[in-house]
């Protein structure tokens, strides 16, 4: 994984990151919040007026991707540090204020900090003024008073929500019932009641390989367990369907 080196690279790292944010599959949205929640040293940004933060670990190296930033064992927070510093020509501090809004975008976000950066380490912090705002944002209506971002995050769920409710009801009529097509797990089956119509939709097509004009179609939209939900991604490049499918029979026929 290669370091930025110039301020444009940067901010188009954390235009992905709120990408990832509010508009990711239930994956994607997860570990970039999961970012923002472990991050030790912040660029706190600043939109119209708007404070978001993004933490460096992620935006500091080259085009950087969710699955890319989750497979590599290069990662290191400390050469993104310096490579930040570098740019914004500053070393990040702490500030009582700039944390307090911290915590307060995080609970905009529905993301619970722990009281300390990473390793009980105080957070730190740049301060970047950008000048326009991402494009994907700028057809928003600035309704809502959180900010943009939770704006965003809300009209993409409305629209995720639909298509995959179209797609869970399209596989019902076809099936009878909703499972796991990996590995065949059916919440009804074991909860009962409580588990019935439960299913995770998974969007087939990743966030980094859509183009900027995609539209998710029910045919994108996966019907998968929580767990092999979580193991599609965890490869890179992803496990398809076919791949899951190939590894739980191996693993049976091999533990048979």
Known sequence: MRLINTKNQLIKNIDT???????????????????????TCFVAYIIDRELRFAPSRFIGYI?????????????????????????????????DK???KYLEYCNRLGIQPSEKGSFGAPRK???????????????????????????????ARERNSQVISLAKE??????????????GFDFEKTYGQIGKD???????????????DHKTKVE????????CHRMVHKKRPWLTMKDLDKLIKTKKNGSS
């Open 17 to 39: 990151l709120e990408g990832y944010l509010t508009e990711g599959d239930d994956y994607a949205e997860n570990e970039a919040k999961s970012l923002v929640k472990r991050g």
């Open 198 to 212: 439960f299913i995770e939709g998974h969007h087939t097509i990743a966030v980094s390989e859509m183009s900027s």
């Open 170 to 183: 399209k596989f019902k009529k076809l099936n009878g019932r909703l499972f796991c097509q990996v590995c």
């Open 220 to 227: 994108d939209i996966a019907m998968l367990c929580a767990n």
């Open 63 to 95: 085009d950087n991707k969710l699955d890319k930033h989750s497979a590599s064992d290069e990662k290191d927070g400390r050469e993104t540090n310096k490579a930040i510093i570098k740019i914004l020509e500053a070393k990040p501090l702490p500030n």
């Open 125 to 155: 912090f740049w301060q970047l003024e950008i000048d326009q705002d991402f494009e994907d944002n700028e057809d928003l209506t600035g309704e809502f008073p959180e900010g943009k971002i939770v704006e965003r995050t809300h009209k």
């Open 98 to 100: 700039l944390n307090e």
